[in-house]
C-alpha cells in the first residue's frame, strides 16, 4: 500500500507560511541578543509559563508523538506508564529539589555544574559525552523527518535533511536559545492544533470512547489494551514488563536520568527570569505532559481499529505510521497542511533543542575554559554561532549514520543509556552526600558509560542475552547506574573531599536561598509546591481512573 | 545591564521605553496568535467551501471549518492577552520590583 499524502497548493501554502512565521521569530530574536548571555541562556529573562512550554515542548519531538502513537496502537492504554510514571515524578522532583542547586548556584549548563562539584577532568569528559550524544541525537531527529517527508510527500531523504537543516541553522545561529525557546512554544501549540482534530474525527469515526473500547475487544477478544496495571504482577500483559522494570528501570533510572540531566531540557529552565520561575519551568511543563497521552495513545488505538493490517508485513502499514496513516485516512486539504506542519515542527523541535544546548556546552565548557580563555563576550557570541553551524553539519553527517540502524527507537534507547543512566547516578549521590569526592565523580561517570558499553557490545556479540533491544538498553541503564553508584561511592572512601566551603550551593542542606522572592510570586498558584504537589494528585487520579 | 552612574534618567527612559517597544515587537504571543488567525482564516474559508467528499472523509466532521473557528478564537486570546499585558511593561514591572535587592544575573 502507497502512503502518500494527496496534498495540493494549499498545503504547501500552509507550510510556507510556517516556515516565514519561524525565521521571522529568528530575525525578531537577533534584534534583542546582547551579549552572550543572551545568546545561550535567553539573558535568564523568561517568564514561567514560556519556559514551561519550552520545556514540554523540546521534549514533544516527532520520534515521541510517532512513536508514542506505536506504542499505543502495540500496547494500548499501558503506554500512559511512559508519561505518568516514566515522566511526571522525575519532572516534580527536578523543580521541587533539584532546580535550587543548578539555578541557585548560577551555573550555566549541565557540565558547569559538574565542574563546580567535582574537578575538571569530571567536566571535560562529560562536556564531551554530552556534545558527541547530542549531535548524534539531532542526526536521529533530522534523518526521522526526511524518512517522513519521503513517505508522504515523495521528497528525496537528501533534500529532505538538507532543507530542515538549513531551517533550523538559520533560526538558531541568528536568535540563540531565544529563538530556539519561541519557536518550541510556537510549535507546541501548532502540534496541539494538529493532532486534537485528528484524535477528536477518530473518535467520532469509531463511535467516542466507548464505541473504541468495544472495537478493540471484537478486534483482539479481550481488553487488555484497555489496562495499564492489569498483569503487571508478572509481566503476562501486552508491554511484557512486570511491575519491577515499570517502576524501577523506566520511573527511576531511565527517567530520572532523562529529566534531570539531559542538559536540553535543564537549559530551558535555567533561562528563566528567577529562581521561582525555574522551578515552576518543568511543573508547568508536567500539566500538558500529563494530558498529552490522549492525543497519542489514543490515535494509535483508532489506527488499530480503522486501518486494516496496521502492524502486518507491509513496510508502510508499521505502528510507527499510525498518524500519518490517520492523516492520509481522514483529513482533507487545508487541515492536512496543518497536520503536516504539525509533525515538521515537531522535528524541528528535536533538532533545534539539541543544537542550541550543544553550542552552548562547547562554547562555555569546553572553548572557554580550555582553549581560548578571557576574551571578550562577543569573542564567544561569535563562536557560539559557528559551532551551531558545524554542529548541524555534524548532525546531517550522523543522520546518515542513523539511517545504518533498522528501527531508530533502538538507536535513540542505546544512546540514552549510555549518556544519561550513569549521569544521574553521579547527580544524585554527589548532591545528597557531601563527603563524594572530586575523583569518585570522575571514576565514577567512567565506569558508569562503561557499564552500559559492556551491556550493549555483551549483548551484541552474545556473551549473554538481554532480550529485545529495548529491553538490552534498559539493563544497559541499570548497569550504568549501579556501576556508577558502586565506583562513586568506593572511589570516595580512598580520597581526599572537597573542603565543605567550596561545596556552598551545590550540595544537599547548603542550597542557596532566594530571599528575595517578589511578591507577584507568593501567590499560592505560583508556589512550586502547590504545582508540583498538584500534578502527582492528578496523576495518582488519572492512573486509578485508567487502571 | 552595565549599571553606569553618568547616563542621566532621561537617557535611561528613552532606553527603558526602546526596550519595551522591542519586547513588544517580539512578543511570542503576537507570533502564536498572528499565525493561529491567519491558519484560522484559510482553514474556515475552506471549510465554507468544503465539498460533500471533504466532509464525508473525515466522517462527516467539516473539519476545516471548526478547525478553523477554533484557530480563529485561540489566535484572538493570544492577541488580546499581549494587547492587554505588553511584554515590555511586564519587564519594567519585574524590574521595579527586584530593584532594590536580589537583581541576579551576571
Redesign the interface.
Known amino acids: 500500500m502507497e502512503l502518500r499524502l494527496d496534498v495540493n497548493f494549499?498545503d504547501y501554502?500552509?507550510l510556507a507560511?510556517?516556515f516565514i512565521?519561524v525565521l521571522?521569530?529568528g530575525f525578531?530574536?537577533k534584534?534583542?541578543i546582547k551579549?552572550s548571555?543572551d545568546y545561550f541562556l535567553s539573558?535568564?529573562?523568561l517568564?514561567a509559563w514560556?519556559t514551561g512550554l519550552a520545556f514540554i515542548s523540546a521534549n514533544l519531538g516527532a520520534l515521541e508523538i510517532l512513536g508514542m502513537a506505536a506504542n499505543g496502537a502495540q500496547f494500548g492504554v499501558y503506554t500512559v506508564h511512559y508519561y505518568w510514571v516514566g515522566a511526571i515524578p522525575a519532572m516534580v522532583f527536578l523543580g521541587l529539589v533539584m532546580m535550587p542547586f543548578y539555578y541557585g548556584s548560577?551555573v550555566r549548563s549541565v557540565p558547569e555544574y559538574l565542574r563546580l562539584r567535582f574537578n575538571k577532568p569530571t567536566h571535560v569528559f562529560n562536556a564531551l559525552s554530552f556534545a558527541l550524544a547530542t549531535v548524534l541525537i539531532a542526526g536521529v531527529n533530522l534523518y526521522a523527518l526526511a524518512l517522513v517527508l519521503k513517505l508522504l510527500l515523495g521528497w528525496p531523504i537528501l533534500l529532505g535533511i538538507v532543507v530542515a537543516a538549513a531551517i533550523v541553522l538559520v533560526y538558531i545561529t541568528l536568535g540563540g536559545l531565544?529563538s530556539a525557546i519561541?519557536n518550541e512554544?510556537?510549535q507546541f501549540?501548532?502540534i496541539l492544533?494538529a493532532l486534537i482534530?485528528l484524535t477528536?474525527?477518530?473518535l467520532?469515526?469509531v463511535g467516542g470512547w466507548d464505541g473504541l473500547k468495544d472495537e478493540i475487544v471484537k478486534m483482539k477478544g479481550n481488553d487488555d489494551l484497555l489496562q495499564s496495571w492489569a498483569g503487571t504482577g508478572s509481566g503476562d500483559n501486552p508491554l511484557e514488563a512486570s511491575w519491577i522494570p515499570i517502576v524501577f528501570g523506566l520511573g527511576f533510572v531511565l527517567s530520572f536520568g532523562y529529566w534531570t540531566t539531559n542538559f536540553a531540557e535543564v537549559q530551558r529552565a535555567l533561562s528563566a527570569?528567577?529562581l521561582n520561575a525555574a522551578q515552576r519551568t518543568p511543573l508547568i511543563g508536567a500539566y500538558p505532559k500529563i494530558f498529552i497521552p490522549a492525543i497519542t495513545i489514543i490515535p494509535g488505538l483508532v489506527a488499530l481499529v480503522t486501518i486494516k493490517g496496521l502492524g502486518g508485513d507491509d513496510p508502510n502499514l508499521q505502528y510507527n505510521n499510525a498518524i500519518p496513516l490517520l492523516m492520509n485516512?481522514?483529513?482533507?486539504?487545508?487541515?492536512l497542511g496543518?497536520a503536516l506542519v504539525g509533525l515538521i515542527a515537531a522535528f524541528m523541535a528535536g533538532v533545534a533543542a539539541n543544537v542550541s544546548a550543544f553550542n552552548t556546552v562547547v562554547t562555555y565548557d569546553l572553548w572557554e575554559p580550555y582553549v581560548k580563555s578571557g576574551r571578550s563576550d562577543d569573542y564567544y557570541l561569535n563562536f557560539g554561532r559557528i559551532a551551531t553551524v558545524v554542529g548541524i553539519v555534524i548532525g546531517i553527517a550522523t543522520a546518515l549514520i542513523a539511517s545504518g540502524y533498522n528501527n531508530i527507537m533502538d538507536y535513540i534507547q542505546l544512546l540514552f543509556s549510555f549518556f544519561n543512566a550513569p549521569l544521574f547516578a553521579t547527580f544524585i549521590i554527589g548532591m545528597f552526600w557531601k563527603r563524594m569526592t572530586p575523583w569518585a565523580g570522575f571514576y565514577g561517570l567512567i565506569a558508569g558509560t562503561l557499564g552500559a558499553a559492556i551491556a550493549h557490545y555483551g549483548n551484541d556479540w552474545g556473551w549473554f542475552d538481554l532480550g529485545s533491544a529495548q529491553a538490552a538498553a534498559f539493563w544497559g541503564a541499570i548497569a550504568a547506574f549501579v556501576l556508577d553508584a558502586i565506583v562513586s561511592v568506593g572511589v570516595t572512601f580512598v580520597t581526599t573531599p572537597k573542603p565543605v566551603a567550596e561545596l556552598d550551593g551545590l550540595v544537599y542542606g547548603m542550597a542557596v536561598v532566594?530571599?528575595?522572592v517578589?511578591?507577584?510570586e507568593k501567590v499560592w498558584y505560583r508556589k512550586p509546591l502547590t504545582l508540583g504537589l498538584g500534578a502527582l494528585g492528578l496523576t495518582a487520579i488519572l492512573s486509578i481512573l485508567f487502571a | 545591564m552595565p549599571e553606569d552612574k553618568f547616563i542621566s534618567d532621561a537617557d535611561k527612559a528613552e532606553e527603558e521605553s526602546r526596550a519595551a517597544r522591542?519586547a513588544n515587537?517580539?512578543d511570542?504571543r503576537r507570533?502564536?496568535g498572528?499565525?493561529?488567525l491567519?491558519?484560522g482564516v484559510?482553514?474556515f474559508v475552506?471549510?465554507i467551501g468544503?465539498s460533500d467528499a471533504?466532509v464525508e472523509?473525515?466522517?462527516?466532521?467539516n473539519?476545516?471549518l471548526?478547525?478553523g473557528l477554533?484557530?480563529l478564537l485561540?489566535g484572538a486570546l493570544f492577541i488580546a492577552w499581549a494587547l492587554w499585558r505588553p511584554l515590555g511593561q511586564?519587564?519594567a514591572e519585574?524590574e521595579s520590583?527586584?530593584a532594590g535587592?536580589?537583581a541576579?544575573?551576571?
Open positions: 494549499v501554502a500552509i507560511i510556517y512565521a521571522g521569530i525578531a530574536a534584534r534583542y551579549t548571555l539573558g535568564r529573562s517568564p514560556i548560577k531565544s519561541y512554544v510556537l501549540f501548532i492544533a482534530p477528536v474525527i477518530g467520532i469515526d527570569k528567577s485516512e481522514y483529513l482533507p486539504n487545508g487541515m496543518l532566594d530571599e528575595h517578589p511578591a507577584s | 522591542a515587537l517580539f511570542v507570533f502564536i498572528g499565525l493561529f491567519i491558519y484559510i482553514l475552506l471549510g468544503a471533504e472523509k473525515a466522517a462527516g466532521v473539519v476545516n471548526w478547525t477554533a484557530m485561540v511586564e519587564l519585574a520590583e527586584t535587592g536580589g541576579r544575573g551576571h
